[in-house]
């Protein structure tokens, strides 16, 4: 353990070109008592002179290279993996928003720095990532004793109207079809989220309630607030107002799914498609990344940018699979084109069909028990995601049996 992870005052490393601005930031820091300040720097390549003494912000000015911001961001937690990056920026500097908070930029501070705001925002970053760092440890010794914890499978896509919601909550029952384990269904889409439409379910109950519980959170708190389904699979819902939405934090959120992994064999997550602090914790978190896309030509763009900004995000890599819905249909891309678009092959694909689907929405029902392409496409899709984890499970001789079985084949006796 690092000697600064207990202390109160956060240490502050500034990177800015602008001499002004860098010794107004300065004098704010070291006349507010809140922080201890490490250095401050022109270029951010006088940085790495003052990682060494492992500082838990660095203020990094956008203005030295803004095209450069993602890959600074990421050096710096090459060196310091708990030291966090805030940026401050002037009016009128352009740069990549999105991509800098792929790459780890954990707060923003606009010129002429606001000396409450500044200090608000070091802090803000600096708890939150003691909080994580203490719950990280919790959680090691939690599954050193119990043993690995639960797949958590998540959804996504930066595109609405794809089928991601659709597609988690037949997913879901798949795989509890398949594999006959404990299945939790996670509907993180906090605003406007319509798993319970999709499967009929009705509940007061939502995921704002376990706010309250976040530190005792164990199998009984959990089975109080989630609902049950008919096919076996409990269900996390959103609150039922929007009004209780704020009170789900990502901090909170980030604790659920980690309970929830030490209680379910998978945990599948439906959730919102934009990239901010929130979704890139639940992405964090996953075991599997089903990214899905549809073939048309604005929701391939879309995809292959996100795949983009994936790839600066050394955590996510190797999590992300693509899921193609709706193929084939009429004026569909084409499946070469597609993978020459993205890059990557498909994990699986699904087929269009719509009245299939349509009414098994409007019926709130699963459309996986009735005989289709469709339907098969899931299946399949929730046994490939199935095998690794019944290869690992402590009976090699039963798993090996169900593995085969899966599949339609025979064991078969070496000669």
Not at 127 to 155: F, I, P, W
Not at 185 to 203: E, K, M, P, T, Y
Not at 369 to 393: D, I, Y
């Amino acid at each position: 353990m690092s000697q600064h992870y207990s202390s109160p005052t956060p240490l502050v490393v500034i990177v800015d070109p602008n001499d002004t601005d860098r010794a107004a930031t300065r004098e704010v820091l070291v006349n507010s008592g809140r922080v201890h300040l490490v250095g401050a720097v022109r270029e951010t390549s006088e940085l790495a002179r003052y990682m060494s003494a492992e500082p838990d912000i660095v203020l990094l000015d956008v203005g030295n290279d803004p095209v450069e911001v993602p890959a600074v961001i990421r050096q710096v937690h090459e060196i310091s993996p708990r030291c966090q990056v805030v940026l401050t920026t002037t009016q009128g500097v352009t740069f990549d928003l999105p991509r800098a908070m792929l790459a780890g930029a954990r707060g923003m501070v606009n010129k002429p720095i606001s000396p409450g705001e500044l200090l608000g925002v070091i802090h803000d970053v600096y708890e939150a990532e003691q909080l994580k760092v203490r719950r990280l440890e919790d959680y090691a010794k939690t599954s050193a004793t119990q043993g690995r914890g639960g797949e958590v499978v998540t959804v996504f896509s930066p595109k609405g109207g794809v089928g991601c919601t659709t597609i988690a909550c037949n997913l879901a029952i798949a795989l509890n079809n398949i594999t006959k384990s404990k299945i939790a269904l996670v509907d993180f889409s906090l605003q406007f989220g319509d798993i319970a439409v999709l499967l009929n379910l009705h509940s007061t109950h939502g995921v704002h309630e376990l706010m309250r519980n976040l530190d005792d959170l164990d199998s009984n708190i959990l089975d109080d607030v989630m609902v049950k389904h008919t096919s076996g699979i409990r269900v996390l819902l959103p609150p039922p107002s929007l009004d209780l939405v704020e009170e789900v934090a990502t901090d909170g959120m980030v604790a659920v799914l980690k309970s929830l992994r030490k209680y379910y064999d998978y945990v599948v997550v439906d959730t919102w498609h934009s990239i901010e602090d929130a979704t890139l914790a639940i992405l964090d978190l996953s075991t599997t990344i089903l990214l899905v896309t549809t073939p048309e030509v604005p929701s391939l763009r879309n995809t292959r940018r996100l795949l983009d900004l994936i790839r600066d995000r050394p955590d996510l890599r190797g999590k992300v699979q693509i899921v193609l819905n709706r193929y084939p249909s009429k004026s569909a891309v084409g499946m070469k084109e597609i993978e020459s678009s993205l890059g990557v092959k498909p994990i699986g694909s699904i087929p269009s069909d719509g009245n299939l689907i349509t009414t098994a929405i409007n019926e709130g029902v699963s459309f996986i028990a009735r005989p289709s392409a469709a339907s098969s496409a899931v299946v399949q899709l929730a046994t490939t995601l199935a095998q690794p984890r019944l290869a690992r499970e402590p009976h090699p001789a039963e798993a090996k049996k169900r593995s085969m079985k899966l599949f339609g084949r025979t064991e078969t006796k070496n000669a």
